[in-house]
């Protein structure tokens, strides 16, 4: 089982530029949550989709948008690139939303780092 | 809202010694409490949690827990560190009944001394 994986590992991106982060969730979740991480800081909840439908956001502008497929991966845009939105951003997945902690489920991959020159 | 405050963003410690990570959690209602662990260049790992029952939480590799209530703290403990524990550790608190949604502290990072 290869777990949650994400690609690509590492990128480096201009400011103004759009980017997107590829997120494939462990086989038999069909849910997928977003986060990132600032240097220093913990892991900020983005959004989370299920059913190919955003279900919850954080405090995130509207540049920061998202997609779930049919296969349950996703992916993360991010447009109009700020020198701020370098971090790692994190993608976790689970079989199902609302029983995270009793089911411990939650996986996270390794994330994307992105650098924003 | 749930908000998570980690007073340290480092701790040293010497191997075999015990170490401390406090935690400290604000809520207007009941919630689910974690600890997370990353490693370098690893995703996070679920190390323990608090959902209900006894305060005391327990993980796999000699950590603890204690939630307290009346202090609003999760403080999490190790009697003897080893180097492999060398990590950044998260805490995190979710509304209960609600825990699709994990609101992370900003992390210590530990580290062990030879």
């Known amino acids: 089982d290869a777990g949650v994986t994400q690609s690509p590992t590492h990128l480096i991106k201009t400011r103004g530029q759009q980017v997107t982060l590829r997120c494939s969730p462990k086989s038999g979740h069909d849910t997928v949550s977003w986060y990132q991480q600032a240097l220093g800081q913990g892991p900020q909840f983005i959004f989370q989709y299920y059913e190919e439908e955003e279900r919850q956001r954080g405090n995130f502008p509207d540049r920061f948008s998202g997609h779930q497929f049919p296969n349950y991966s996703s992916e993360l845009n991010v447009n109009a690139l700020l020198l701020g939105d370098s971090a790692l951003y994190l993608c976790a997945s689970s079989p199902d939303r609302g029983h995270l902690a009793t089911n411990e489920k939650l996986f996270f991959g390794s994330g994307t780092q992105l650098s924003v020159l | 809202a749930q908000s998570v405050t980690q007073l340290d963003s480092q701790v040293p410690v010497f191997e075999e010694a015990p170490v401390e990570l406090r935690c400290n959690y604000s809520s207007s209602v009941s919630v689910y409490l974690f600890w997370y662990v990353q490693y370098p260049n690893q995703g996070l790992q679920l190390l323990l949690k608090?959902?209900?029952?006894?305060?005391l939480v327990e993980s796999i590799n000699g950590f603890e827990a204690e939630f307290n209530k009346s202090q609003t703290s999760f403080h999490l403990r190790k009697p003897s560190v080893h180097i492999s524990d060398t990590a950044e550790y998260f805490c995190a608190v979710s509304e209960w009944g609600r825990d699709d949604k994990i609101i992370f502290g900003k992390g210590t990072r530990l580290h062990i001394l030879p």
């Open positions: 608090y959902l209900s029952g006894s305060t």
